[in-house]
């Protein structure tokens, strides 16, 4: 049973466009969202998260969107530069501890 | 910032040997840490959670026989694959936390370890 799920596999954007990848979950008890980054053969390195009682966060060209009634993160970069082509994955937290439980992940191919 | 170290980063070993992945924090103390598996093209599965000085625990479906973990310091988790066989090829990640630290962004990842077993 996938709780945090990212339904699409991979995403083409051009430079300077904006890249919007997104993420659903099931469970109602996760409080806590977060996307990291991660390029091959490296582990993912936190880029930005949002608390349940927001509905949106940002931080520089990064923005997470929360929409608790559709059970939808999204993550917004603008403008989108190559060096932001990796896989990115949603992260959820249960309100219990720090486990988190991972989406599949998208990868970002952002073409000069 | 806080940095976790893996070694090996890759490691080739023949069917029936055994692993040992180790994960240390660098310039922090965790007294708890995280073992993920990813298959080609997949999520980060979680493994395990592992405690300083206690045994770890592990998520269903883990064999804990099978993936034997040791957390015998603040600053060091080992992975063993015992038995290795070849579907246990894998990407093993480890991430940490730091004493004291709350929330799940101070999670700090390792850059893991490639396990391939011929």
């Known amino acids: 049973d996938q709780q945090v799920k990212q339904n699409s596999p991979s995403l083409s954007v051009q430079e300077g466009r904006i890249s919007i990848l997104n993420c659903d979950y099931t469970?109602?008890?996760?409080?806590?969202f977060l996307w990291y980054k991660k390029y091959p053969a490296e582990g993912p390195t936190f880029l930005i998260s949002?608390?349940?009682?927001?509905d949106k966060n940002e931080d520089g060209r990064f923005t997470v969107f929360l929409n608790k009634s559709a059970k939808h993160l999204s993550l917004h970069i603008v403008p989108s530069q190559p060096g932001d082509s990796a896989v990115y994955f949603c992260?959820?937290?249960?309100?219990?501890?720090?486990?988190?439980?991972f989406g599949g992940g998208t990868r970002l191919m952002v073409k000069p | 910032g806080a940095v976790v170290s893996q070694h090996p980063s890759w490691v080739i070993c023949k069917s029936g040997t055994s692993v040992k992945i180790e994960c240390r924090s660098l310039?922090?103390?965790?007294?708890?840490m995280f073992w993920y598996r990813q298959f080609p093209k997949q999520s980060l599965m979680l493994m395990a959670t592992?405690?300083?000085?206690?045994?770890?625990?592990?998520e269903q479906g883990v064999e804990k026989d099978k993936f034997l973990i040791n957390h015998a310091s603040l600053t060091l988790s080992t992975l063993t694959v015992t038995s290795a066989h070849p579907e246990d090829s894998s990407f093993y990640i480890c991430?940490?936390?730091?004493?004291?630290?709350?929330?799940?962004?101070?999670?700090?990842f390792g850059a893991g370890s490639r396990l391939t077993v011929l």
């Open positions: 949002i608390s349940s009682i927001k």
């Open positions: 991430s940490a936390i730091p004493q004291g630290g709350t929330g799940a962004n101070v999670l700090t």
């Open positions: 310039d922090f103390q965790a007294t708890t």
């Open positions: 592992s405690n300083e000085g206690s045994k770890a625990t592990y």
């Open positions: 992260a959820a937290r249960g309100n219990a501890g720090n486990m988190l439980t």
């Open positions: 469970n109602s008890m996760f409080d806590y």
